[in-house]
């Protein structure tokens, strides 16, 4: 039985469950009392009766749609309310997100100035390319490794990274990077 009213609350129907046992018991006491649309099938059924009891129906289930109207907007409301909330959270968090991304990005702009290695066109692209078939090997990968299999610094290899990212498209980080270094972001292949 516990069982049961429990799957009844998860649902949400407790109330309509109750509503209809009241109704039930008012229906069973006023037949245990007595009351009868007719009292005998011998005699002519009594319309004002049947009438009488048609207008109460309609009168509870006007009852019950304007409960149910309400009930059910306000749930509406609430729900819309939850959805902006969550709206407003992800927004936020992705702005913060990106920009701890811009701080690292002007970080490593700053170390590479102080170190800048000059890289032709071909040997750039040579290198994507060995980039990109190591990430299609690995699936998923960090910065360190991608640095220690071109055998270039991690500042280099990130500014290298973030060009393929933004510029070619080839590849993008992936998971939550706000809190990690250069080293440890992942890496995959943009499908």
């Known amino acids: 039985m516990k069982e049961a009213v429990h ?16 109704a039930f018991f008012v229906v069973c006491t006023l037949y ?7 009292y005998n099938p011998n005699i002519i059924t009594d319309w004002t009766a049947v009438g009488a009891v048609g207008q109460w129906c309609s009168i509870v289930s006007s ?16 729900k819309t309310k939850d959805i902006a909330n969550s709206n407003r959270a992800s927004a936020e968090f992705m702005s913060e997100v990106e920009k701890k991304i811009d701080e690292k990005i002007k970080l490593i702009a700053n170390m590479e100035g102080k170190n800048k290695i000059v890289l032709s066109e071909q040997e750039e692209k ?8 190591y990430i299609e090997i690995s699936i998923v990968t ?3 490794k991608i640095a220690k299999y071109i055998d270039k610094p991690i500042h280099e290899t ?17 998971g939550d990077n706000s809190n990690l270094a250069i080293e440890e972001l992942l890496w995959k292949i943009n499908s």
């Open 63 to 78: 009852i019950f749609v304007v409960y149910l109207s309400t009930y059910l907007s306000r749930k509406f409301e609430q």
């Open 126 to 133: 040579d290198i994507q390319q060995r980039i990109v078939s």
């Open 32 to 38: 245990a009392l007595g009351f009868r649309i007719t």
């Open 7 to 22: 799957k009844l609350r998860k649902n949400g129907l407790y109330k309509v469950a109750i509503a209809v046992l009241a």
């Open 142 to 144: 960090t910065t360190n």
């Open 158 to 174: 990130f500014s290298l990274l973030k060009k393929m990212e933004v510029r070619e498209k080839s590849i993008i980080h992936i």
